[in-house]
Nanobody
Framework: QVQLVESGGGLVQAGGSLRLSCAAS????????MGWFRQAPGKEREFVAGISRSGNSKYYADSVKGRFTISRDNGKNTVYLQMNSLKPEDTAVYYC???????????????????????WGQGTQATVSS
């Protein structure tokens, strides 16, 4: 059974940092394209960052470029999202997701689309105070 378990959320002041973790079981993260999404109250779930299964391609939403970094530790079967220079508008529940089927070109075209991801975690809350 596939499980993605996020952790690392919490309350931080604006300008601070958090590192989110997504520990996978039942799948090998190096064989999947992985993504982070977030959902703020009253808003739709939106793409934040993605990493291809090869690890060679990383993608970011414009709103987080230069502040967030996605990475992967194959030995720990875990994906991370390092979030720096946090802003109040980054407050959301953050979700990890795994895409099994997309080849590199399809993932390049669709990494921001929720429908390509087959597995989702339960989310972790990150709150940034002003």
């Amino acid at each position: 059974q596939v499980q993605l378990v996020e952790s690392g959320g919490g309350l931080v002041q604006a300008g601070g940092s958090l590192r989110l973790s997504c520990a996978a079981s039942g799948l090998t993260v190096s064989l999947y394209n992985m993504g982070w999404f977030r959902q703020a109250p009253g808003k739709e779930r939106e793409f934040v960052a993605g990493i291809s299964r090869s690890g060679n391609s990383k993608y970011y939403a414009d709103s987080v470029k230069g502040r967030f970094t996605i990475s992967r530790d194959n030995g720990k079967n875990t994906v991370y999202l390092q979030m720096n220079s946090l802003k109040p508008e980054d407050t959301a529940v953050y979700y990890c997701a795994a895409d099994a089927d997309s080849g590199s070109f399809v993932f390049y075209q669709n990494y921001y689309q929720r429908h390509i991801y087959d597995h989702w975690g339960q989310g972790t809350q990150a709150t940034v105070s002003s």
